[in-house]
C-alpha cells in the first residue's frame, strides 16, 4: 500500500508540529485508507480457508496483537491528562481512536477465523511477556512519568508493532495483509511522535536520556521475548530475525539511546 504523507522522520521539528499534531493531519492522514471498509479490510476481499495449523498459528499472534494494542490505548489515554502542552493531548486523542479502532479490527478478524469469543481467546492465548510489558507500560503512565511512558509506548511498543506487522505482512493472507497494511500507516505516525517529541525534550536537558536508558534496559527482555514468539510462530527463518531486531533498534539509535 502506497504513502502518499511525507516521511515524518525528515520534518523539522516546527513543521512536525503543525503538520502532526492535528487532527487536520489525522483526517487526512486516515480519510484515504478507512473508507469501504468490513472488519478494518477490503469489503470485496473473501476470507481465505487456512489450514488447520495456520489458523491457529494466526489466532494466537492475534491475540498478542491485541494485548499490545490495549496497552497502547489504555496508555494514550492516561497520558493525555498529564501530557505538556495541548499539542501533544491533541495528538495523543487521534491515538486513542486509532489504538481502539486497532482492536476493533484485531478482534474482527478472530472472528472471522471462527473464534466466538475474542476477549475470552486473548485472556487464554496472550504471552506472558506482551502482558507483563502492558503492566510495565501502565505502571509508568500511573507514576505520571511522561518521558518514559512515552519513550515506551511510541517508540518501543510501535516500533515493535511495526517491525512485527512488516515481517507478518509478507507471510499473511490476503484478508490478514490488507488489515495490517491499514495498521501500519498508523504505527508510522505514532513513531514520529514519539522519536520528535523525546528528540526535543532531549535536546532541552540531556540529563533525561539517563532515565529512559534505564527503562529501555527494563523493556528490552520483554520485547525481545515477544519477537521471538511472534517470529517463531510466523516460521521466520531464525538467520532474517536479526535483521528485525535491527529494524526496531534504528528507533532508539535515533534518540541516542544505543
Not at 28 to 38: F, I, K, Q, R, T
Not at 72 to 89: D, M, T, V
Not at 243 to 249: D, H, I, K, N
Amino acid at each position: 500500500m502506497s504513502d502518499d504523507l511525507p516521511d515524518l522522520h525528515v520534518l523539522d521539528p516546527d513543521e512536525f508540529i503543525r503538520r502532526v499534531h492535528s487532527f487536520e493531519h489525522w483526517f487526512e492522514a486516515v480519510e484515504g485508507y478507512l473508507g469501504d471498509l468490513e472488519h478494518g479490510h477490503r469489503s470485496d476481499l473473501e476470507p481465505s480457508e487456512l489450514p488447520a495449523d495456520e489458523r491457529e498459528e494466526l489466532v494466537s499472534i492475534l491475540c498478542n496483537y491485541s494485548v499490545a494494542e490495549t496497552a497502547a490505548l489504555e496508555a494514550s489515554g492516561g497520558l493525555i491528562r498529564i501530557a505538556p502542552n495541548q499539542h501533544c493531548k491533541i495528538f495523543l486523542s487521534t491515538q486513542v481512536v486509532d489504538e481502539g479502532r486497532h482492536i476493533e479490527v484485531v478482534h474482527g478478524r478472530l472472528e472471522e477465523l471462527g473464534v466466538e469469543d475474542p476477549e475470552a481467546e486473548v485472556e487464554r492465548r496472550a504471552s506472558q511477556s506482551i502482558r507483563d510489558f502492558h503492566d510495565k507500560l501502565l505502571a509508568l503512565v500511573d507514576a505520571r512519568e511522561w518521558d518514559s511512558a512515552i519513550f515506551a509506548q511510541n517508540v518501543i511498543l510501535e516500533a515493535m508493532e511495526f517491525t512485527v506487522f512488516a515481517a507478518h505482512i509478507e507471510r499473511a493472507d490476503p484478508v490478514t495483509r490488507d488489515c495490517l497494511e491499514r495498521m501500519l500507516r498508523d504505527e508510522r505516525r505514532h513513531i514520529g511522535f514519539g522519536e520528535n517529541e523525546l528528540g526535543r525534550r532531549l535536546r532541552a536537558d540531556p540529563r533525561r536520556r539517563r532515565w529512559i536508558k534505564a527503562v529501555k534496559e527494563e523493556l528490552d527482555p520483554l520485547v525481545l521475548a515477544t519477537f521471538e514468539q511472534t517470529l517463531a510462530e510466523l516460521k521466520m527463518p531464525r538467520w532474517d530475525r536479526p535483521e528485525l531486531g535491527r529494524s526496531y533498534l534504528n528507533a532508539v539509535q535515533r534518540l541516542g539511546l544505543v
